[in-house]
């Protein structure tokens, strides 16, 4: 009866109440304890009022959470919801209306069992980010090919990068190229341990024309014609990388000396967009403006 009333929607208790109403509170709670041994329901936080939803889920679905404690599941589930940006354990005690004692007890059983994983933030570094095994964390977490594995900005690969590029336009018959043309040869020099996605590569040459080192131009039909198709599962990324396929770049003829942009971390920042004086995010409180300005 009570899994009757879930099949429609998540509900509370008072819900199934309503919807049941010659159980008691002592059968509806016996009935829960059985939908959840037996892997038929679920239990969520209602985000408005952290009150206690029940949802019935198809056994197929939680045949990997096997075993897990109620409070197990709910930490699962907050994960779950967090997709590739993560959570972190200050924001599943809020979630789940748990101690934080009982979130890194849960956030421990949850890694035993390879079910969720940790990932530094490139932001905080004293923040882990929770998500699932399988998922592959935001750019916004990890920073992107433009980090190392210890979260540091890597100003001696933006360099190589530079350079590369360069010679790559400087060699070429009509001496420019399209996003296209670059991100296949640095696909094919193999010098980043993270592939770099068009819109890794359009980043990387819309900075080097702020530097003045590139400067975009609209290249003639015959020029066009040499440029190589897109690589294999392009057309995937959506109408933006299409478009960026389709700018054109060529070596500035008055190239600076100095490398400002690059040299920063602002400039392949994943989350520049949103640094402000004032805001959550700020120069003031960047500590790889810090540690460059220390350089």
Same mark, same amino acid.
């Given at each position: 009866?009570?899994?009757?009333?879930?099949? @429609?929607?998540?509900?509370?208790?008072?819900?199934?109440?309503?919807?049941?109403?010659? !159980?008691?509170?002592?059968?509806?709670?016996?009935?829960?304890?059985?939908?959840?041994?037996?892997?038929? #329901?679920?239990?969520? @936080?209602?985000? $408005?009022?952290?009150?206690?939803?029940?949802?019935?889920?198809?056994?197929?679905?939680?045949?990997?959470?096997?075993?897990?404690?109620?409070?197990?599941?709910?930490?699962?589930?907050?994960?779950?919801?967090?997709?590739?940006?993560?959570?972190?354990?200050?924001?599943?005690?809020?979630?789940?209306?748990?101690?934080?004692?009982?979130?890194?007890?849960?956030?421990?059983?949850?890694?035993?069992?390879?079910?969720?994983?940790?990932?530094?933030?490139?932001?905080?570094?004293?923040?882990? #980010?929770? #998500?699932?095994?399988?998922?592959?964390?935001?750019?916004?977490?990890?920073?992107?090919?433009?980090?190392?594995?210890?979260?540091?900005?890597?100003?001696?690969?933006?360099?190589?990068?530079?350079?590369?590029?360069?010679?790559?336009?400087?060699?070429?018959?009509?001496?420019?190229? $399209?996003?296209?043309?670059?991100?296949?040869? !640095?696909?094919?020099?193999?010098?980043?341990?993270?592939?770099?996605?068009?819109?890794?590569?359009?980043?990387?040459?819309?900075? #080097?024309?702020?530097?003045?080192?590139?400067?975009?131009?609209?290249?003639?039909?015959?020029?066009?014609?040499?440029?190589?198709?897109? =690589?294999?599962?392009?057309?995937?990324?959506?109408?933006?990388? $299409?478009?960026?396929?389709?700018?054109?770049?060529?070596?500035?003829?008055?190239?600076?000396?100095?490398?400002?942009?690059?040299?920063?971390?602002?400039?392949?920042? =994943?989350?520049?967009?949103?640094?402000?004086?004032?805001?959550?995010?700020?120069?003031?409180?960047?500590?790889?403006?810090?540690?460059?300005?220390?350089?």
């Amino acid at each position: 009866m009570v899994l009757a009333a879930l099949q @429609r929607r998540p509900l509370v208790d008072a819900d199934v109440e309503a919807a049941c109403p010659s !159980l008691t509170k002592q059968a509806r709670m016996g009935a829960y304890n059985r939908l959840l041994h037996t892997e038929r #329901m679920q239990v969520l @936080r209602r985000p $408005s009022d952290k009150a206690i939803l029940y949802k019935a889920v198809v056994r197929s679905e939680t045949a990997h959470l096997t075993g897990l404690s109620v409070q197990d599941r709910l930490v699962y589930a907050e994960v779950d919801k967090a997709k590739a940006a993560g959570t972190w354990t200050k924001e599943l005690r809020i979630r789940c209306g748990l101690t934080i004692a009982a979130v890194k007890k849960s956030v421990a059983n949850l890694e035993a069992r390879k079910l969720i994983k940790g990932v530094n933030n490139v932001q905080y570094k004293n923040r882990k #980010m929770y #998500m699932l095994v399988g998922v592959e964390p935001a750019q916004a977490v990890t920073g992107g090919p433009w980090y190392t594995d210890e979260k540091e900005f890597d100003t001696e690969f933006i360099r190589v990068l530079y350079n590369q590029v360069q010679e790559f336009l400087k060699s070429r018959p009509h001496k420019m190229a $399209s996003v296209a043309a670059v991100e296949r040869y !640095l696909a094919d020099l193999k010098i980043s341990n993270e592939a770099l996605r068009t819109s890794h590569v359009h980043t990387l040459l819309n900075v #080097m024309e702020l530097d003045a080192i590139v400067e975009a131009v609209s290249p003639t039909r015959a020029e066009m014609a040499d440029e190589p198709p897109a =690589p294999a599962g392009a057309a995937a990324e959506g109408e933006e990388a $299409s478009r960026a396929r389709s700018t054109f770049f060529r070596v500035n003829k008055q190239v600076p000396h100095v490398l400002s942009v690059a040299n920063t971390p602002c400039g392949v920042c =994943p989350v520049a967009k949103d640094c402000h004086p004032d805001g959550i995010i700020s120069p003031r409180t960047c500590i790889y403006i810090d540690e460059w300005l220390n350089f």
